[in-house]
């Protein structure tokens, strides 16, 4: 239904940040991510809040209290809430020294305090916070079983500590990240941890990537040199995935993908995020979606409140347009108006 006013429809502010530096291009300031957001609208609908990414240049992780609480009047004053946070983890990584895993738990406490403040302030009503392991996947092949044994570990310290702030924490499916390279590994990494307040964040371009075996061709479910057109294969291999991490799934990016791999400035390659409207996109976004918005019978499941679209690694010609937001916001409108609810 075209009236529909759930999941609640965000935009992310880190691909202001994701990709861009010093060997790339330069980052979009956060007010700026912030602004496109709020200006954007098609037919009246506007975006209803913001994913956060709490890192520099954007957010500094160690901010006042003070600090928070402005960062929560700057989004609300542009009539947006607060949804998922992204953790600053990557000086932690999972697979590296006790002192490294120290710190990754440390970055969760700090993500989960600027959550308690957000709630407190009313801006964040919803969301979970968003990790990964921070480590690479040659390094996890090096020893399977005891570097999943590991990152479940630190995930579990992670896990327990936001759980004292009633926070969720959803592990994002995405190729470059050791224990999250493949579909199967994701799954074994989670059950693991064994712990009620984790889960899985998905997002459809890095999904989609599992299907290609990219970092663990063991695992790939469509035949080398896969025809496209074949959408019928192609559905069959997102059934087999989604009702695999369904289950875990806690969070959700709308998002495109090409079927290539990409990387810009410092960050690995991983699954290509194209534009809403890249005639080059593998996806039928909206009714793909459905594969994670609605279990194996086709009904809602209603897991979560919002989804957020993500689209990382874009030239910043393309993201300092008003347009591409409002073409980015329609497709999320799409995606709600199949699969959302009142």
């Given at each position: 239904m075209k009236d529909n006013t759930y999941p609640k429809l965000h935009n992310a502010s880190w691909p202001g940040i994701v990709g861009k530096g010093l060997d790339s291009q330069?980052?979009?300031?956060?007010?700026?991510?912030?602004k496109m957001t709020a200006d954007a609208e098609v037919n009246g609908v506007k975006f209803d809040g913001i994913d956060i990414g709490l890192f520099d240049p954007?957010?500094?992780?160690?901010?006042?209290?003070?600090?928070?609480?402005?960062?929560?009047?700057?989004?609300?004053?542009?009539?947006?809430?607060i949804g998922t946070m992204v953790a600053p983890i990557w000086g932690g990584p999972t697979l590296g020294s006790d002192e490294n895993r120290k710190t990754f738990v440390s970055m969760v406490q700090r993500a989960c305090h600027f959550g308690k403040i957000f709630r407190e302030h009313g801006v964040r009503q919803y969301g979970v916070i968003?990790?990964?392991s921070a480590s690479a996947p040659e390094v996890w092949y090096k020893d399977p079983i005891n570097s999943t044994k590991i990152?479940?570990?630190?995930?579990r310290e992670a896990s327990d500590v936001a759980a004292d702030y009633d926070e969720k924490l959803a592990a994002e499916g995405e190729?470059?990240?050791?224990?999250?390279?493949?579909?199967?590994?994701?799954?074994?990494?989670?059950?693991?941890?064994?712990?009620p307040n984790i889960g899985?964040?998905?997002?459809?371009?890095?999904?989609?990537?599992?299907?290609?075996?990219?970092?663990?061709?063991?695992?790939?479910?469509?035949?080398e040199n896969f025809d496209w057109s074949d959408r019928?294969?192609?559905?069959?291999?997102?059934?087999?995935?989604?009702?695999?991490?369904?289950?875990?799934?806690?969070?959700?990016?709308?998002?495109?993908?090409?079927?290539?791999?990409h990387g810009t400035g410092s960050h690995d390659k991983t699954g290509r995020h194209c534009l809403a409207t890249d005639p080059n996109g593998k996806l039928d976004v909206a009714k793909d979606a459905g594969y994670w918005l609605r279990d194996g019978?086709?009904?809602?499941t209603k897991v979560f409140q919002h989804i957020c679209w993500d689209g990382c690694m874009f030239d910043n010609d393309v993201m300092l347009k008003q347009q591409t937001w409002n073409d980015i916001l329609a497709t999320l409108i799409e995606v709600r108006t199949l699969h959302g609810w009142n």
């Open positions: 330069p980052p979009i300031s956060f007010d700026k991510m912030l954007h957010v500094d992780i160690n901010s006042s209290d003070d600090d928070i609480k402005r960062l929560a009047d700057k989004i609300a004053g542009h009539n947006l809430k968003r990790i990964d990152i479940a570990k630190t995930f190729i470059c990240w050791a224990g999250m390279h493949s579909w199967k590994a994701m799954v074994e990494t989670l059950e693991a941890v064994d712990r899985f964040q998905a997002d459809m371009s890095h999904t989609l990537l599992y299907l290609l075996g990219y970092n663990a061709p063991e695992h790939r479910i469509l035949p019928k294969t192609l559905e069959a291999g997102l059934k087999t995935v989604t009702d695999v991490l369904r289950p875990w799934t806690i969070d959700f990016h709308v998002a495109q993908n090409d079927g290539t791999v019978n086709g009904e809602l």
